[in-house]
């Protein structure tokens, strides 16, 4: 086998979209059939194993990790190859299990819906029907150029049926990571572990949950605890207003503290539950990164920060935090600094500070600003009542 362009996760993963398709991880939305047990052997499935094998890139569907390898940063595929132990604590389980056709599935990454009473603005339609009207808006308006993409119906995946699919092949699960969509909306989340009793061992899976957390009901959480481990990671990307306004919904940063603290209390008589909380380092939050550190290290317990996850945006290009006014940007520099030495084990500062010294795109800030102020109109917010100096640094054209 060449592993130049070999991954593990489509031999070894099953992913399942928020549109109610499969994929062949969770870096890519390239749909490879619908939702059954038949797509996991097609034919497309098996010409991109047979190529992986093989050393042929599939450029198009591989899209984030060719990239990536391209322009010299460790992508995600390679990550997985080097940390097989970390991820499935065995080693050997790549090697065993090369089948173009079927292998065991170790993994399943699992979107149950679509549906979201969020609409946080670096997210969008296909995440989150709620999404939905503000982005035909956006599409209608002729400046901003956004190719009207066509939009889904409401997907919800039905339980019964995924067991029906793939239960039988689900009895040497080690991991699940749920995102969505939200995966609280409805009680699927619990119907779900109900069901996987029946397949699996859950005392050997280790699950990560991403939620906004809004509907995450205290009292029912704990009839999750029977699996090895839970983390439940909570999207929160911004302190104060700002969390309002970046993450699009009627809940305020004080209600979120509070059910996030709520739920925190678990942790005390659950040792295996565990809570985390991320963001998405953009241009909106890029100077909210320091209260955002401060509150995320208390509200998780961990002083050192452990629990802090703070990606880089990836897309929209124009969210990126490189395309702040310089002066901003000179400000977060000295921010970032501060928080390394304040927070040495979290590897995440490192990224947010190589963002701010990317150069800005002209075309980017343009874009930036026709499409926040129309944003803006429909949802009848003002992003200089919220952040008022980055709407002035680029008035005076920093
Ligand atoms: C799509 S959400 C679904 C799960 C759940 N609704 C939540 O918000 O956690 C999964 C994660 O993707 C993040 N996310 C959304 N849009 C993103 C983007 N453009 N770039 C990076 N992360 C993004 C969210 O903040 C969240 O942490
Ligand atoms: S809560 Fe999650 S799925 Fe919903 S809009 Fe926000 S990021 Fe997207």
Redesign the pocket.
């Known amino acids: 086998m060449k592993t130049n362009a070999y991954c593990p996760m489509p031999f070894v993963t099953l992913t399942v979209n928020p549109g109610g398709t499969i994929s062949r991880c969770m870096m890519s939305l390239e749909n490879m059939g619908p939702l059954s047990a038949g797509t996991y052997s097609n034919e497309k499935f098996q010409a991109l194993r047979q190529n992986m094998l093989d050393g042929k890139w599939d450029e198009q569907g591989c899209n984030s990790c060719f990239r990536a390898e391209n322009n010299g940063h460790r992508s995600q595929r390679l990550k997985w190859l080097d940390r097989e132990e970390k991820y499935l604590e065995e080693t050997g389980i790549y090697n065993s299990n090369l089948s173009v056709i079927e292998n065991n599935i170790y993994h399943l990454y699992m979107n149950f819906n679509n549906i979201?009473n969020?609409?946080?603005r670096m997210?969008g339609p296909h995440?989150?029907n709620?999404?939905v009207p503000d982005y035909k808006k956006l599409t209608d308006n002729n400046d901003l150029s956004i190719p009207k993409k066509p939009l889904q119906a409401k997907q919800q995946v039905d339980v019964d049926k995924f067991f029906a699919d793939f239960g039988k092949k689900l009895s040497n699960l080690r991991q699940i990571w749920i995102t969505?969509?939200?995966p609280f909306m409805d009680d699927a989340i619990y119907r779900f572990f109900e069901k996987l009793k029946d397949y699996s061992d859950l005392s050997k899976i280790k699950v990560v949950i991403n939620t906004?957390a809004s509907k995450v009901d205290v009292n029912r959480l704990p009839s999750l605890f029977e699996v090895k481990s839970l983390l439940l990671n909570i999207?929160v990307d911004s302190t104060g207003d700002l969390y309002k306004y970046m993450?699009?919904y009627n809940y305020s940063f004080e209600e979120l503290d509070k059910k996030i603290r709520q739920i925190a209390k678990l942790k005390h008589t659950h040792s295996n539950f565990e809570i985390s909380v991320n963001g998405a380092y953009q241009v909106y939050n890029i100077l909210d990164i320091e209260k955002f550190y401060d509150w995320g290290a208390e509200v998780t317990g961990t002083p050192d920060g452990t629990l802090i996850e703070y990606r880089v945006l990836g897309g929209p290009q124009w969210l990126r935090a490189r395309n702040a006014p310089n002066e901003i940007k000179s400000q977060a520099n000295s921010m970032i600094n501060k928080l390394m030495k304040r927070y040495p084990s979290n590897s995440y500062l490192e990224d947010c500070m190589k963002e701010i010294k990317s150069s800005r795109v002209d075309n980017d800030i343009e874009m930036f600003l026709k499409w926040n102020t129309s944003l803006d109109n429909i949802r009848q917010e003002k992003l200089i009542h919220i952040f008022p100096e980055l709407m002035q640094g680029y008035e005076k054209n920093e």
């Open positions: 979201c969020f609409k946080c997210c995440f989150s709620a999404w969505g969509g939200e906004n999207s993450r699009g």
